[in-house]
């Protein structure tokens, strides 16, 4: 003989309170189940048909509204909405920055915020923004300094969630092309700051499709302001030297955030040759106007174009002579024999050091070994 149903009920209010609650969303999920499995399988000849059907039978056959949902926290109330029709975006706001490969970045994690009220502390800004998502607040040298305040008036938002940008970009007002908020504190009513988040796709920008983009035509460019997209550094180069192919703006691996340095690649060599012998370029940009540093890129993986690896065992060239009438990769030994020659002592060796950036060194080559035949 079956046991009434009236049994089930009052072993259910036996349980603890974690208990109904975890019963009551597995019993939820199991009956969505199996009403989306009966809708998928049965095809109605109509429409109307379906809907007089389902409400007079299946609506009442799976009618489980008895269940006190009431009695659960939004959270697990989201829990159970969310395992019952899974979201193609349901993971946007999970720990990583990009859950799904099928949903592609598009901004960097670390947002820039300008003009903030003097007074205002990294716990009122952390206030502010935290509703965009989970958040601490940065600027240069703060560990060192200890500072609570900001000391320049700007700060840096590092948002664990890139679907955190989303929303906060969403909520800026825009000002010519310019994106800002009104943010208060203890001695300034809604102050108008300025949020400059960092699009991925600016980092790259490839200004000729005809040319092939050659390494040993590259340039580094040191102090970069952070704001200078891609493009724009590519025109910058273009107009003073002519023939630029491609320009990168070298980003942090972790926030996808320019670091304030950038490559610029040339489709000719006179054009190269001449951005090389410059050493430095005024910048401006808008409000900023700054002096740039440009180097020779230096590569990590070049035979030596001396003896082409004969003196090295095929080991890659450490060393890059990046004075005009050089800029050729030499091993210990090569750059000692051809930098011993007159007029040659004073010629810059670069090694490259901290991942892309070039280093000037001082080399002192050791007198050539002569050997009898």
């Known amino acids: 003989m079956t046991a009434p149903v009236t049994t089930d009920f009052a072993l259910y209010k036996d349980f603890s309170s974690w208990e109904r609650e975890t019963a009551t969303m597995s019993l939820a999920n199991s009956l969505s189940c199996a009403l989306e499995s009966s809708m998928k399988m049965w095809q109605p000849p109509s429409g109307k048909m379906f809907e007089e059907l389902r ?9 489980y509204s008895w269940l006190d949902f009431g009695s659960l926290s939004s959270d697990e109330r989201s829990l159970s909405s969310d395992s019952r029709t899974p979201s193609p975006f349901a993971g946007a706001s999970a720990t990583s920055s990009n859950p799904s490969p099928s949903v592609p970045e598009t901004y960097s994690r670390k947002v820039f915020v300008g003009g903030l009220p003097p007074d205002i502390d990294q716990d009122e800004i952390k206030e502010h923004f935290i509703r965009f998502g989970p958040l601490s607040v940065d600027w240069p040298h703060k560990a060192q300094s200890k500072a609570y305040f900001p000391p320049k008036g700007y700060a840096f938002l590092l948002f664990r969630d890139e679907v955190s940008v989303h929303r906060l970009v969403k909520s800026c007002l825009t000002d010519e092309g310019k994106l800002y908020m009104f943010v208060s504190s203890v001695t300034q009513t809604n102050k108008k700051v300025q949020i400059r988040p960092w699009k991925l796709s600016d980092s790259d920008y490839i200004m000729d499709h005809t040319q092939p983009i050659d390494p040993r035509k590259t340039i580094f460019i040191g102090g970069v302001p952070r704001p200078l997209k891609a493009c724009e550094l590519a025109d910058i180069f273009n107009s003073r030297y002519g023939n630029v192919c491609y320009a990168g703006i070298d980003c942090d691996p972790e926030l996808k955030y320019p670091k304030g340095a950038g490559r610029v690649t040339f489709s000719s060599r006179v054009s190269f040759m001449s951005a090389v012998s410059c050493r430095f370029l005024q910048v401006t940009y808008g409000d900023i106007d700054k002096k740039v540093e440009v180097k020779p890129y230096v590569l990590d993986d070049q035979i030596c174009d001396e003896c082409h690896g004969i003196h090295s065992a095929g080991r890659y060239a450490p060393y890059f002579c990046g ?8 091993c210990e030994h090569c750059w000692a024999a051809v930098h011993s020659a007159p007029g040659t002592q004073n010629h810059r060796c670069f090694i490259k050091e901290n991942g892309d950036r070039p ?15």
């Open 55 to 63: 409400e007079s039978r299946l609506g009442a056959a799976l009618d």
């Open 323 to 330: 004075n005009i009438h050089c800029l050729r990769y030499y």
């Open 359 to 373: 280093r000037a060194i001082n080399f002192f080559p050791a007198q050539p070994r002569c050997t009898l035949p």
